[in-house]
C-alpha cells in the first residue's frame, strides 16, 4: 500500500508559467517532506524540504505547501524553464532526519519553450 | 570525487548468477543507503547503514540479497542467483550525520540487466 502518491505520471507547460506538482500521504507521522528531481540516467537531486510543522518553504523558484489536515504537498516552480523538464519525486521521512525515505512514483515535467 | 559514486553503471546478468554492486559514498557521510528503482516506479528502500550501528534490513525484498559496510564507507550489495525480476536501476545514497531533514545524496545508480 503506497504511503506517498504521486497520481499525474506526468505533466506538461509553457515556458513562463506556473508549475504545479502534487503529492498526497497517508501518515500523518511524517517528520519531514523532501522533492528531488531526476534528469535520465542520472541519480535524484536534491531539491527542497518541508518541516511537518511549517506550512510553506521557499528557494528561489522552487516553493512547496503543505496541508496537514489533507495530508497534501505540493511544489511549485515560477517560471518554468526549459531546464525543469525532469521526473519529480515526492518522499517522505517517517523517523525523523534518519531512517529511510519513503517516495511516490514521480510526476514527469515537460516544460515547452 | 565529491559526490557518491557508483559502479558499474551497468551490467548485463545471465539469470542464476551473482553480482556485485559498489556505492562509495561522500566523505564524511556516516549514513548510507540503498535504493532501487524498478521501471516505472518510485524508489524502493532496500537496506540503510549508520555509523556503526546494527544496519536495518528492512527493506530487502529476500535473502538473496546482502549487503556490507567495510570501515564505514564503501558498501557492496550482492544479489545471489539473480532473477529477471531483479532488473532495476540500484542507487546509493548518503547524509551527513545530523542533517536537519534527512536530505540524502543520490549517486548515478546501476542499471542492472537479468536476462
Known amino acids: 500500500d503506497q504511503q506517498v502518491k504521486q497520481n499525474s505520471p506526468s505533466l506538461s507547460v509553457q515556458e513562463g508559467r506556473i508549475s504545479i506538482l502534487n503529492c498526497d500521504y497517508t501518515?500523518?507521522?511524517?517528520?519531514?517532506f523532501l522533492w528531488y528531481k531526476k534528469y535520465p540516467a542520472e541519480g535524484p537531486t536534491f531539491l527542497i524540504s518541508i518541516s511537518s510543522i511549517k506550512d510553506k518553504n521557499e528557494d528561489g523558484r522552487f516553493t512547496v505547501f503543505l496541508n496537514k489536515s489533507a495530508k497534501h504537498l505540493s511544489l511549485h516552480i515560477v517560471p518554468s524553464q526549459p531546464g525543469d523538464s525532469a521526473v519529480y519525486f515526492c518522499?517522505?521521512?517517517?523517523?525523523?532526519?534518519?531512517?529511510?525515505?519513503?517516495f511516490g512514483k514521480g510526476t514527469k515535467l515537460s516544460v515547452k519553450p | 570525487g565529491a559526490g557518491v559514486s557508483q559502479s558499474p553503471s551497468n551490467k548485463v546478468t545471465e539469470k542464476g548468477k551473482d553480482v556485485e554492486l559498489r556505492c562509495d559514498p561522500i566523505s564524511g557521510h556516516t549514513a548510507l543507503y540503498w535504493y532501487r528503482q524498478s521501471l516505472g516506479q518510485g524508489l524502493e528502500f532496500l537496506i540503510y547503514f549508520q555509523g556503526n550501528s546494527a544496519p536495518d534490513k528492512s527493506g530487502l525484498p529476500s535473502d538473496r540479497f546482502s549487503a556490507e559496510r567495510t570501515g564505514g564507507s564503501v558498501s557492496t550489495l550482492t544479489i545471489q542467483r539473480t532473477q529477471q525480476e531483479d532488473s532495476a536501476v540500484y542507487l546509493c545514497?548518503?547524509?551527513?550525520?545530523?542533517?536537519?531533514?534527512?536530505?540524502?545524496?543520490f549517486g548515478p545508480g546501476t542499471r542492472l540487466t537479468v536476462l
Open positions: 518522499a517522505a521521512s517517517g523517523r525523523g532526519s534518519q531512517g529511510n525515505l519513503i
Open positions: 545514497a548518503s547524509r551527513l550525520p545530523g542533517s536537519s531533514y534527512n536530505e540524502q545524496f
Open positions: 501518515n500523518s507521522m511524517f517528520d519531514y
